[in-house]
C-alpha cells in the first residue's frame, strides 16, 4: 500500500485546511480502515481521526466538531477538512491504512501497518 499526502500549509488561526491523501496498492475489505495521524516537533505522534469500512469514525477529542475525516473514490482517498485551526494545530500531518481493522474509539499508532511521508501545516496566531 502507498500512501501520499497533499494539501498541507500555512494558514492563520481561525482558518481551514483540506488535507487529501492518494492511496494505491490496496485490497479494500470489510476491516480495512484509514486515519490521519500528527506529529508536532519533540512530541509522540498522535492519531487526529479515523474511518472504518463500516462508515464509522473516530475523533480525537483535540480535533472533534472542527476535523472531518472522509473517503472518496473507492477509498482510493482519503481526505481530512479542517477547520476553526488553532496554533497547537500545527505538526507534521501523516496518513494511515490497514487491512485488518475493527472499529475503535481511539486511533493508535501501531494499529496502522502502512504509512505516508507526511505533510507540514503551520497555524500561525
Known amino acids: 500500500v502507498q500512501l501520499e499526502e497533499s494539501g498541507g500549509g500555512s494558514v492563520q488561526s481561525g482558518g481551514s485546511l483540506r488535507l487529501s491523501c492518494a492511496a494505491s496498492?490496496?485490497?479494500?475489505?470489510?476491516?480495512?480502515?484509514m486515519a490521519w495521524f500528527r506529529q508536532a516537533p519533540g512530541k509522540a505522534r498522535e492519531g487526529v481521526a479515523a474511518?472504518?469500512?463500516?462508515?464509522?469514525?473516530t475523533y480525537a477529542d483535540s480535533v472533534k466538531d472542527r476535523f472531518t475525516i472522509s473517503q472518496g473514490n473507492a477509498w482510493n482517498t482519503l481526505y481530512l477538512q479542517m477547520q476553526s485551526l488553532k496554533p497547537e494545530d500545527t505538526a507534521m500531518y501523516y496518513c494511515?491504512?490497514?487491512?485488518?481493522?475493527?472499529?475503535?474509539?481511539?486511533?493508535?499508532?501501531?494499529?496502522?501497518?502502512?504509512w505516508g511521508r507526511g505533510t507540514q501545516v503551520t497555524v500561525s496566531s
Open positions: 474511518i472504518f469500512s463500516d462508515g464509522t469514525t
Open positions: 494511515a491504512a490497514d487491512e485488518l481493522c475493527a472499529p475503535s474509539s481511539t486511533v493508535v499508532v501501531g494499529d496502522f501497518g502502512y
Open positions: 496498492g490496496h485490497t479494500y475489505s470489510s476491516t480495512y480502515c
